[in-house]
């Protein structure tokens, strides 16, 4: 599976983003879908998740700023972000987690799209 991100870039403050993580390869109906971000001199962390079914999770920074959002059809992610601060200003990276019926959990990454929030 190849993760393939776009939409990073400069923006300032209070302004919007919005990523796109399109999935190339096969994958199962059911997976989790990702976004984490990486600032540097910090470690990865989680900035929101979504199922298959559209359950989706968010770290408490970006709830009430960000949607995150899924076409199936498509296998494409995407990270709506709003109201930026530069505490956003990160590479971000689309990730995708399943399981086979054969065995074996998977976890792939995509390459990271950077989004810098100037003030």
């Known amino acids: 599976v190849q993760l393939q991100a776009s939409g990073g870039g400069l923006v300032q403050v209070g302004g919007s983003l919005r990523l796109s993580c399109a999935a190339a390869?096969?994958?199962?109906?059911?997976?989790?879908m990702g976004w984490y971000r990486q600032a540097p001199g910090k470690q990865r962390e989680s900035v929101a998740t979504?199922?298959?079914?559209?359950?989706?999770n968010y770290a408490d920074s970006a709830k009430g700023r960000f949607a995150i959002s899924r076409d199936n059809a498509k296998n494409t992610v995407y990270l709506q972000m709003n109201s930026l601060k530069p505490d956003d200003t990160a590479v971000y990276y689309c990730?995708?987690?399943?399981?086979?019926?054969?065995?074996?959990?998977?976890?792939?990454w995509g390459q990271g799209t950077l989004v810098t929030v100037s003030s």
């Open positions: 979504i199922t298959s079914y559209g359950i989706t």
């Open positions: 990730n995708t987690k399943f399981a086979r019926g054969s065995g074996g959990a998977y976890d792939y």
């Open positions: 390869g096969s994958m199962p109906r059911v997976n989790v």
